[in-house]
């Protein structure tokens, strides 16, 4: 795993729980509720964890994807070499 793919990770692994956390409360409290609207109507509406599991989910495939975790994206994802050659000056700056 090369420094640049560490943020990456970071995104998967903080998506997962932000999806398992939703996830629960849906399972308990249903995807809407009900509220009433100044004129004494009853509303449905969506719950925020519905919004917040959509928007991790999809952080946590796009992550997967990037780092070469799904099976889609294993053939465009290279491994970085096992003992990388020291770059060092000009060699290290335009990679």
Do not use: W
Request: positive net charge; contains cysteine.
């Amino acid at each position: 795993m090369s420094p640049s793919d560490r943020g990456m990770l970071l995104v998967c692994v903080d998506a997962f729980p932000a999806i398992r956390q939703a996830d629960a409360v849906l399972r308990t409290s249903g995807l809407t509720y009900t509220t009433m609207t100044e004129s004494g109507d009853t509303m449905v509406r969506k719950r925020s964890e519905v919004g917040i599991k959509e928007n991790a989910r999809t952080a946590y495939h796009r992550s997967l994807s990037e780092l070469g975790a799904s099976p889609a994206s294993r053939g465009r994802v290279k491994a970085a070499p096992a003992h990388p050659a020291k770059l060092t000056g000009l060699r290290r700056l335009l990679g």
